[in-house]
């Protein structure tokens, strides 16, 4: 990034082929519907660029772009104003890019509250607590307990699919 | 003790899919649009610390080097005067008296108080950069201590290796390994700029 910052256009190329696929994993998950996935992680990206004349290393490279991708769906969220969020017995949007295991308990992630699914979806994509607690703002002990109870419900889930 | 959700907890069964080639080419085509120019820098924050620095002691000069002077004149001014007002009156001596002390050692404080901010100005821009140096610091994370002169080391060694001085920057690296006894940093300096400074 500051390779980057100092005019390396193919710098960011290097980092974006590094995070690009994790970023999209984690906001395909956080959404109903790929083409909102695609729309975010493009203008995740995007903000990225347009920070680079202003980055300064202050945190490592994949949390900062974590944290700008959750705030983009947690603005989605709220300018939807939760009306796109899936019920758990509504079909997801997934159809042709998922399973049906894999959809079904993507509706049931969906289902859980935000901060439980952000938290447990972040530690899926391999951050410590300390960093979702960086990411998502919060104490590491909140984060624990999230990720707990998050991951608490989706297994009650799905022992009840089986 | 590791709790459940600190442990490796089995992944979720989750799609991974990967980034569509079209959402690429559109980001990497912006990203090159968009590059900033060589050479540009953030000059809000290099100059930061030194205008900050720069600001406290213009202030500490404005307020202590003038007015002591300016104080020391009003008070000498004022003893002066109710000295010349003395004899005329002498019923209203006693509360003029006090009112003029009371101002001259009003004018006396504020010299000394000056002088004490004058004396304590290095203090307050040494206490300013390092709150400014405090922005640069890293989440080294795990068992590295988050140490200014890490960073510090790191964007010194990052800007020698822009240069093409690859082999100064990794020789200097070791050194400061070496130096930094109980450190914990990656033996590469390449791997450093990467876990660190990405």
Avoid at chain 1, 54 to 77: C, G, K, M, S
Avoid at chain 2, 99 to 109: L, N
Avoid at chain 2, 131 to 136: I, L, M, Q, S, T
Avoid at chain 2, 141 to 157: C, D, F, M, T, Y
Wanted: aromatic residues 8%; negative net charge.
């Amino acid at each position: 990034m500051l390779a980057y910052r100092r005019g390396d256009a193919d710098a960011f190329e290097h980092l974006y082929q590094r995070h690009k696929d994790g970023l999209f994993s984690f906001l395909f998950r956080s959404l109903p519907r790929p083409a909102l996935a695609e729309e975010l992680a493009q203008d995740t990206w995007m903000a990225v660029v347009r920070a680079a004349p202003d980055y300064e290393p202050r945190a490592r490279f994949r949390t900062w772009l974590f944290q700008i991708a959750r705030n983009r769906v947690i603005d989605h969220w709220r300018r939807s104003d939760n009306s796109e969020e899936p019920l758990l017995d509504e079909p997801a949007s997934h159809d042709e890019s998922c399973t049906p295991s894999e959809r079904e308990l993507l509706a049931a992630v969906a289902a859980l509250p935000q901060e439980q699914r952000d938290a447990l979806l972040l530690r899926e994509q391999g951050f410590s607590v300390k960093d979702v607690a960086a990411i998502t703002d919060a104490a590491e002990e909140t984060v624990k307990s999230r990720i707990r109870y998050g991951r608490r419900t989706l297994q009650d889930w799905l022992e009840a699919q089986q | 003790m590791n709790t459940d959700s600190e442990s490796k907890p089995e992944r979720l069964p989750l799609p991974s899919p990967r980034s569509p080639e079209s959402v690429d080419k559109r980001v990497l085509e912006f990203a090159r649009d968009h590059a900033p120019r060589a050479g540009h820098r953030n000059t809000r924050t290099w100059w930061a610390g030194g205008m900050a620095t720069a600001c406290v002691a213009m202030v500490a000069v404005f307020i202590a080097a003038p007015e002591q002077p300016i104080m020391e004149e009003r008070a000498r001014d004022m003893a002066t005067a109710q000295e010349e007002r003395e004899p005329l009156a002498m019923e209203a001596a006693p509360r003029a008296a006090l009112s003029a002390e009371a101002s001259a050692a009003v004018g006396v404080k504020r010299i000394e108080a000056n002088k004490a901010a004058e004396r304590n100005a290095p203090a307050a821009d040494a206490q300013i950069e390092t709150e400014v140096a405090g922005d640069f610091i890293l989440d080294f994370g795990g068992s590295i201590e988050p140490q200014r002169a890490h960073v510090a080391k790191l964007l010194e060694l990052h800007e020698l290796w822009s240069q093409g001085e690859k082999e100064a920057a990794q020789a200097n690296w070791n050194a400061f390994i070496d130096d930094c006894g109980d450190c914990e940093f990656p033996a590469s300096v390449e791997d450093a700029f990467e876990t660190y400074l990405e």
